[in-house]
């Protein structure tokens, strides 16, 4: 790990706690569901917390995102509040959709989330028309998608990037390539080991970041947003990283050879690797990132508390935002 | 002053009278730009006055056409996105059904999606059965989805307009015989609000119920009847999401008597809904059983001749009125 930038220790301990926020949200949550707590489904990224927090860490409240039905560490990673998720995920009232979007539909409009997404390459076009939108009217506002290798192998994402190249539009497109469609391994679902390279067919830049490496991910996020607020155009980004669980929790990842998690769990563990990239440096001491975990966990634990202690919707609720 | 223009006419004026009043409203699809000016000419000569940023060409992508117009929709702009054809929906079902229907429910009303679709459908042209459907039921089936079909010029242009102003997404459903049709259209801005049915004309005896380019041949079927003395009224929904019921209901309240006739397929049509929301409302009503007139269920055929004998006639139509009064 590598920092070429000048990174204030409070900024660094924001984004450790940011990425073990994302970390024990999603375990926690992970308990819950399978206790039968939670309704519905859950995919969880862990693993992947350093591409998250990495790339929305580069960018402001007021730049746009949207998210894939893996999109928890998204939407904490750009400032989600964790008792409105934790809520959402219970179906309460007291959740960013007032329990009519589930963990697969987070969004919120003042943070800029334009949503998580149920279907797989859905929220990249969407993405694109809010990267117009700010373009049209005037802002230096940046819109970024995250999905996955699986969603590049979708006409949305192919369509999605060919507009973005002609109207030229600020949009990072950022593949988190976790190497698995599902339950398809890469080698068969695409003939191809970077996704980076489908820019080349629509003439767009793109930059490959190590996903398990949060310095890697957010310095290459940087540059690649000062490109885009400069009007030169989207960027493919691809962070390559592992998704440590099955597709959704409860999938035994049986098509996984057996102790491939356990080498990424071992030694590409993002968390870890940040932390002690922080003790080696002597930017922080163990005491510290303890510290960061147990406030995280007593915060995720809260967030529990305050979506069981919350009241189911009324049943009103199903009739309103119909119009048609 | 009212003036004569076609429906084509007047939609374009709709657009440039909305593109003059809100700088949020741009325009997006396929071949729109001029000077090719849209393959039904709708947008011509709008890319002059407002250049490539407001009426803009995409490729041809369905998908980005519909997703980006959303997005933009989401965060400030009111676009306004052509679909050459509605069959091209097909390509971009998941952005009309999945994403734009139901983003404002999804998000538990944080999010809004002002955007209009507009594309056109109906045969007529020996088009076939990929340029030919008619498909408003497959739209008016999602909760989320406005579906407008207006017949008239003075129609297309109020309700493209209300469309416009509408803060959710809206199908606006044109036909590709009714470009070149003319009626009056006043100079002054005016809307014509989604969910009010019209009255097309006034009768007694029987109540029929049309969609689109079926209101006009219902009017000339009610124009052959009345030299029989039968007394035809036409309604026209206009929009069938929202629908306005109380109308078609007090046009049956009179007449007793009620036929619907759709272009569309019979199986599963608007026909079918409406045939069931008569029955929930105004069982009592009815002197006679609900009379369908809709298309054969096939493919639109290509040949010319086929194409006539699958499309409900000004015949069938009459035909069935006088059934009705058995």
């Known amino acids: ?324 | 002053m009212p003036r004569s223009m076609t429906y084509r006419d007047a939609l374009r004026e709709a657009l440039r009278e909305e593109l003059i009043r809100d700088e949020r409203i741009f325009l997006l699809g396929e071949d729109i730009e001029d000077p090719f000016g849209g393959t039904y000419k709708v947008t011509q000569g709008l890319t002059e006055e407002f250049g490539h940023d407001r009426v803009r060409n995409t490729p041809i992508s369905e998908i980005a056409i519909t997703g980006v117009a959303l997005g933009a929709a989401m965060t400030g702009m009111r676009p306004v996105a052509e679909l050459m054809y509605v069959d091209f929906a097909g390509c971009a079902m998941d952005q009309i059904m999945n994403q734009i229907a139901k983003m404002r429910y999804m998000s538990g009303g944080q999010v809004e999606a002002p955007l209009v679709i507009r594309t056109q459908q109906g045969t007529g042209r020996s088009s076939a059965a990929q340029h030919a459907q008619s498909l408003e039921a497959m739209f008016a089936h999602i909760p989320g989805l406005k579906v407008a079909m207006p017949v008239t010029p003075y129609d297309a242009k109020g309700m493209l307009k209300a469309a416009i102003r509408d803060p959710d997404p809206v199908i606006f459903l044109e036909h590709k015989l009714l470009y070149n049709t003319t009626g009056e259209v006043p100079e002054e801005d005016y809307v014509v609000p989604l969910g009010v049915a019209d009255v097309k004309r006034v009768g007694t005896d029987v109540t029929i119920v049309a969609t689109s380019r079926m209101v006009l041949h219902a009017l000339d079927a009610a124009e052959i009847l009345a030299k029989d003395g039968i007394s035809v009224e036409v309604v026209d929904p206009r929009s069938i999401v929202p629908l306005d019921q109380e109308t078609i209901f007090d046009s049956l309240r009179k007449t007793h008597r009620l036929m619907v006739v759709h272009e569309a397929v019979e199986r599963n049509g608007w026909g079918a809904e409406l045939c069931a929301l008569v029955m929930d409302h105004c069982f009592d009503e009815l002197d006679a059983p609900v009379k369908r007139i809709a298309s054969k269920n096939t493919p639109v055929p290509f040949a010319p001749v086929l194409e006539n004998f699958v499309v409900p006639s000004v015949e069938e139509i009459v035909a069935g009125v006088k059934d009705l009064l058995v």
């Open chain 1, 1 to 324: 790990m590598e920092c070429k930038i000048k990174i204030e220790k409070g900024k660094h301990l924001e984004l450790l706690t940011l990425m073990n926020r994302i970390r024990l949200f999603e375990q926690i949550a992970e308990e819950l569901f399978l206790h039968g707590e939670v309704p519905g489904f859950l995919h969880s990224s862990i693993g992947q917390e350093a591409s998250a927090v990495g790339v929305c860490a580069a960018i402001g409240i007021d730049d746009y995102m949207a998210t894939t039905h893996r999109g928890h560490g998204h939407v904490v990673a750009k400032g989600g509040d964790v008792n409105r998720m934790m809520a959402e995920l219970y179906g309460k009232v007291t959740g960013y959709c007032r329990g009519k979007g589930g963990s697969m539909h987070i969004s919120c409009r003042e943070l800029g989330i334009l949503g998580a997404n149920g279907i797989v390459a859905g929220g990249i076009p969407i993405t694109t028309g809010a990267a117009l939108s700010a373009k049209m009217r005037g802002t230096d506002q940046v819109a970024v998608s995250f999905f996955g290798d699986g969603a590049s192998d979708e006409g949305a994402f192919h369509e999605s990037l060919n507009i973005a190249s002609i109207y030229k539009l600020p949009v990072l497109f950022v593949c988190e390539n976790n190497h698995y469609a599902e339950s398809n391994p890469q080698a068969k679902h695409q003939n191809i080991k970077d996704v980076a390279v489908r820019a080349k067919a629509y003439n767009i830049d793109s930059v490959i970041a190590d996903g398990t490496d949060i310095m890697d991910v957010y310095q290459k996020t940087l540059t690649a947003v000062e490109q885009l607020r400069k009007g030169n155009g989207p960027i493919l980004m691809e962070n390559k990283c592992y998704r440590w669980s099955g597709h959704y929790v409860g999938d035994p990842a049986v098509y996984r050879p057996k102790d491939e998690p356990l080498e990424w769990k071992t030694n590409r563990d993002p968390i870890k690797l940040y932390a002690g990239f922080l003790m080696e440096n002597k930017i922080a001491d163990s005491k510290e990132l303890e510290a960061i975990t147990e406030q995280e966990t007593k915060r995720i634990w809260d967030a529990v508390e305050f979506a069981r202690n919350s009241d189911d919707p009324d049943l009103t609720v199903a009739m309103e935002d119909v119009y048609a």
